[in-house]
């Protein structure tokens, strides 16, 4: 368990922590991000040990419990740690796929949704939404979304909601 803080120039103030079970990211006003706690594992399920590519890129973060998911300011994604909670896309899009269309990112404990500036979502991690039901019911109509620790709802713009996740669909 590395705990040092101390790498983090305080020069570069800390505009916010995040946290999974057990790791921490700061993110910097300069919008870098610093990562410290159980790293060695981030490394073991996909933490890029060069994270200079997104460093002063990051406007916001979320994360499931044991992953992360930086909103970059060209509103694309990076994303790293446990690949079954979130830390790889793994539902047949990548990065590239997401790369200048998300508008915001929403999270339970195991999954990410990204709302699209198109209204669409895609959902990664484990989490229980087939892309047939994704691209029938959801495909440009979502206004914002929520969720809970294990599930997602979307309210569409028609002023409905759609509800799904790991508890099942209703």
Do not use: H
């Amino acid at each position: 368990f590395n705990n040092n803080i101390n790498s983090i120039d305080l020069q570069k103030k800390i505009r916010d922590v995040y946290s999974t079970t057990d790791t921490f990211c700061a993110l910097l006003y300069d919008g870098s991000i610093k990562l410290w706690g159980n790293v060695d594992e981030m490394n073991r399920n996909g933490l890029s040990e060069n994270l200079s590519e997104f460093q002063g890129k990051v406007v916001d973060i979320v994360t499931t419990d044991y992953a992360y998911c930086a909103l970059l300011r060209n509103a694309s994604v990076k994303v790293w740690g446990n690949s079954s909670k979130g830390g790889t896309l793994n539902r047949g899009f990548s990065e590239k796929d997401l790369f200048g269309q998300v508008s915001k990112v929403f999270s339970t404990g195991s999954a990410f949704c990204a709302l699209l500036r198109n209204g669409a979502v895609k959902v990664w991690g484990s989490c229980r939404l087939s892309r047939q039901f994704s691209n029938k019911i959801l495909p440009g109509n979502v206004s914002t979304v929520c969720s809970t620790s294990s599930t997602f709802c979307a309210l569409l713009k028609d002023g409905s909601a759609v509800v799904w996740g790991n508890k099942g669909l209703n």
